[in-house]
């Protein structure tokens, strides 16, 4: 199963992870600066025209700002999407050789080739997890002095197309591979995504994801990329899984959930385990993304029986496949594993669906994971989960109840059963490139 104290080998010290079962949840409150929640993703990729339209009819998110040559950016194009505090961009850049002396890019930091670069390495994948927090300035000096690697320092960004008033900032530093944390202030910005972006008046549409739960990275060495971001940011661990928790007889990971004291930004990483049977799907990935990346996105939602109905009638027309059904057993234990909590006609639903349901000493999360995404489908890259999470309700100080961050965990029980697939998938597709190739 791989190497259960979660060292697996990684320079720079030992974590001896302890397995799920024996991990006792604390939060210290250690963030070294404020912290409030995601405040959107930006995929980096070739054609952002038609990709933000996938994604939109896909998981039902509406346009709600653009820069692009019609706002005067002559750098590059990028459409944000929204589906209530979920925010996707995707952007991808112009020529290089069109001239760009009064160019209105909204991103000061933004370089063509740096993206071209980007692309042809990744394919589509995620560039920037922009995090809302106090103070940009703040933050980046904050994580600056405590060893993050500066990508950009930060940036004021007035709306020159609107005039609204209001600032915003920027700042970037390194997370893993080429992914970048980017915090965002807002300083009375009222528009809809970032200054100079121009906001679109759509339709609202949305099969209802609320916002993003979680953003997973895959790494080479977790010990390693758990210190330098605790180190920068304070923050502490959620939750721990070893290949013991997670794994398969045929391939493993170790992970660990890094959170913000609120909870509501929520940073698992992973790393591949070795010596078993078939190579660990995170080493697949770190293969055919050329070096660690963003894996997957958590999305949650308040209906996810609801939600995966809208999204499985688009599968065939435009929208995302899914990971393979469990057996039918999987669903027949369903009772004996979550309780009461389902009812006999929901159990039935997740089978129907193809959901997945896992709980931990507070909670039940319900989730479902889409095939890969971009155009190196046939291997594990960036995918999607789509999660629902019940119970661990309470009253925030103005006495509205909500739901704490994490409840239910994250799947532990169903680790095996996607692994499973995975490999499933995984051994289809070496059949089929087998056969072609005769």
């Not at 939060?27 to 912290?35: E, I, K, M, R």
């Not at 995707?90 to 370089?111: C, E, L, R, V």
Request: glycine residues 10%; contains cysteine.
């Amino acid at each position: 199963m791989g190497q259960a104290d979660g060292s697996n080998g990684a320079a720079g010290g030992e974590l001896n992870l302890k397995a799920c079962e024996r991990f006792v949840r604390h939060n210290p409150h250690t963030d070294l600066f404020g912290v409030q929640r995601f405040h959107h993703i930006e995929f980096w990729c070739g054609d952002a025209s038609n990709t933000w339209r996938r994604f939109s009819w896909g998981l039902g998110m509406h346009l709600v700002a653009k820069s692009d040559q019609t706002t005067g950016n002559q750098t590059y194009c990028s459409y944000a999407i929204q589906s209530n505090e979920l925010v996707f961009a995707f952007t991808a850049p112009y020529s290089s050789k069109i001239d760009q002396t009064n160019t209105k890019k909204p991103h000061p930091g933004f370089h063509s080739e740096e993206a071209r670069e980007f692309s042809a390495k990744h394919g589509l994948a995620v560039r920037a997890v922009g995090v809302l927090v106090d103070d940009a300035h703040e933050a980046y000096r904050v994580s600056v002095e405590n060893g993050a690697v500066s990508v950009l320092a930060p940036q004021v960004l007035t709306d020159e197309l609107k005039g609204t008033g209001g600032t915003m900032v920027i700042a970037e530093v390194k997370l893993y591979g080429d992914v970048v944390l980017r915090y965002v202030s807002n300083q009375g910005f009222k528009g809809s995504f970032l200054p100079n972006y121009e906001d679109i008046e759509s339709l609202p549409l949305t099969y209802g994801l609320v916002r993003l739960d979680h953003a997973v990275g895959n790494v080479h060495k977790l010990v390693e990329a758990v210190q330098y971001v605790c180190k920068f940011t304070g923050f502490h661990t959620f939750a721990e899984f070893t290949a013991d928790d997670v794994g398969t007889m045929e391939s493993g990971l170790n992970s660990m959930v890094l959170a913000s004291n609120n909870e509501m930004v929520l940073l698992p990483l992973n790393e591949p385990t070795f010596g078993t049977k078939r190579k660990s799907q995170i080493q697949t990935y770190l293969e055919h993304n050329e070096g660690p990346g963003l894996q997957h996105l958590a999305l949650i939602c308040d209906d996810i029986f609801s939600t995966l109905r809208e999204m499985r009638t688009r599968t065939q027309v435009g929208g995302f496949e899914f990971m393979p059904k469990p057996p039918p057993t999987y669903y027949k234990n369903m009772p004996k594993r979550v309780g009461s909590v389902l009812t006999e006609q929901q159990i039935k639903d997740c089978e129907q669906l193809g959901i997945l349901v896992d709980k931990d000493d507070q909670g039940v999360l319900l989730q479902i994971f889409t095939k890969p995404i971009g155009d190196r489908h046939v291997m594990p890259t960036i995918f999607i989960e789509v999660i629902q999470r019940v119970g661990c309700m309470e009253k925030n100080s103005a006495g509205v109840p909500v739901q704490k961050g994490g409840c239910g965990g994250f799947g532990k029980g169903n680790f095996s059963e996607l692994f499973k697939s995975i490999e499933e998938y995984e051994k289809t597709l070496d059949g089929t490139l087998q056969a072609k190739s005769e």
